[in-house]
Each structure stands twice: as C-alpha cells, then as structure tokens.
C-alpha cells in the first residue's frame, strides 16, 4: 500500500484549444509527460462556469455543454509536472488534487526499478482523521481497468461484480469511460464511437461496503487486475435503504 496523488479536472465537452477538444488536448499533454493513464468520464446532467443553464446530454443543442471529468493518478513529481500545464490550457473548468491509497498496481510493464511514494506529511493527517473516525466502518475500492481485459474467461468488470454479489457487497457500479488511455493501450487514445477503438475503453468500478466485506474482495481483485490501478478509501455513509 502506498500514496498516490489524483487530480479530477472537469471541463465542458465542447471546449476547443486550437484545432482539437480541449479534453482531447489534455489527453494528449498528459502522454507527452508520461503519466500512467487518464480515464475520462461522460457526465449526462451538469453544468459549469459557462452553462447559462443544466446541460443534458438527450437535448441535441445542450449536449456539447456537458462536462467532462478526467481522472488522472500517478506519482506526486508526475503530477507536478503536469499542474503547470494545465494552468496554462485551461481557461474555464476546475481542478482538484487529493491523496489516495493505492492498494493494488498492476503495469502491464514491469520497470526494473519501480518508483515509490515517500511518505507525504499529510498522510498522517489522513490517517489520524480516519483513526479517529470510528463512526463509520465503510470503505470503498475503486478500479480502473480497460474493457477489454479478461480474467478466467469473462471481461474483468464483469467478473469483479459477480464476485462481489457472491461475497454480498451492498454495492457495485462499473461506469464506462467516454476516452482515455492506460497500460493496455498507450500506443492509442480509445473514442467511444469508433468501432475498431471502442473495445478498450476504460471502465470504472466502484465497490462499497464495511470493512471486513471489502477485506474479502480485495484479494480476488488483485488476481483478476493485471494491468490496472485500485484504489482503498474509507467513506462515511450518511444513507443506506
């Protein structure tokens, strides 16, 4: 287990840099800096700073209004490098960074001298505020595989959800990313649309349950993850019917 760091960049779908998208655009920054991977994600009902009103995306003159959500994690230095640019392409959106708990990565790459997180001084911090919260005993994994990655003969989001309805986990969400990129497909950016690049797109898995409950999926994810990110955080949940 170690720290990484996430930013989640929202923009607007039809935000242009030049020629292109500007989703596009950031992208395609990010594999020019190296970063491990971007998952994009789709929204079907938002708005942002330039929505005069809720964008949804089944109204044809609203859609390019929706947002886009880019999900990108990697080691602090990586992100550091990547900030200033995104500083500088956008215009109008927003960016946050956080701390996550990686508990599983798996490259399809192995390098000969892997990086680690050293220790970051708000770990702690994390740390004594979730000691310290006894109130809940949740905890969520959160997976970032491509479509098109198998495990014992079934599509691994699929076969992680079984799973999880065998062990009884309350609950199991996979959300298919709109684009992006990862270990499994870096020589090409997947569009959903195209039909020969559509088969590995990201996906999105999202597990919840007590603590003990996500002790029992955890290994089985670790086997059927093998070229993917998993994530460990302990969320407080406020309703549950």
Known sequence: M???EQLTIYVTEGDRL????LYQALIEEARKLGLAGVTVLRTAIGYGP????IAVDWTMELAPQMIMVLVVIDQPTAIARYI????ALIKKGLVTKELVRIVHHAPMEKKENPETVSPLPEQSTMDNLNNAN???DYEKLTIYVGE???WQGRPVHLALIQEARR???IGATAVRGATGYGKNNEERIMLLGIIE???DLPIMLTFIDRRGKIDQLLPIVQQAVQGGIVLRDRVEVVVHT
């Open 2 to 4: 170690y720290y990484a």
């Open 18 to 21: 030049g020629g292109k998208l």
């Open 50 to 53: 330039q929505s005069h009103q």
């Open 84 to 87: 200033p640019r995104l500083q």
């Open 134 to 136: 006894q109130a809940t």
């Open 148 to 150: 098109a990655d198998q």
């Open 167 to 169: 062990l009884g986990i």
């Open 197 to 199: 690049l559509s088969s």
